[in-house]
């Protein structure tokens, strides 16, 4: 993991799906962002979160936000989230 606390929360995911409280969880999944039909780059989100009734979450732990991180983050807003409004985005701090 990158950091203590992404590896603490990957503890915590891993005791919520032993108690069924989610399907199940995978770490570092790559989204390209896209604007435009043109691939501009690729985020890699730290977890994907699958629950029960098929929603799911993507979470990014964050110690700090660094200028890419924003930039990053406002292209995936615009152009993933806003094409999967059902995929809810948590940041953890």
């Known amino acids: 993991y990158h950091s203590k606390k ?6 915590e995911l891993v005791l919520r799906e032993k108690a ?3 399907l199940s969880w995978q770490r570092q ?5 896209v604007v435009n039909g043109y691939k501009i780059c690729r985020y890699y989100v730290d977890f994907v979160v699958a629950f029960h009734n098929g929603d799911a979450e993507l979470v990014e732990v964050k110690g700090f936000e660094t200028e890419v991180y ?5 292209l995936l807003e615009a152009t993933y989230l806003k094409e999967n ?8 701090k």
Request: net charge positive.
């Open 6 to 11: 992404e590896a603490a929360y990957a503890a």
């Open 20 to 22: 069924g409280d989610i």
């Open 29 to 33: 999944i790559p989204i390209d962002l």
């Open 70 to 74: 924003r930039l990053k983050r406002k």
């Open 85 to 92: 409004p059902d995929v809810r985005y948590v940041v953890v």
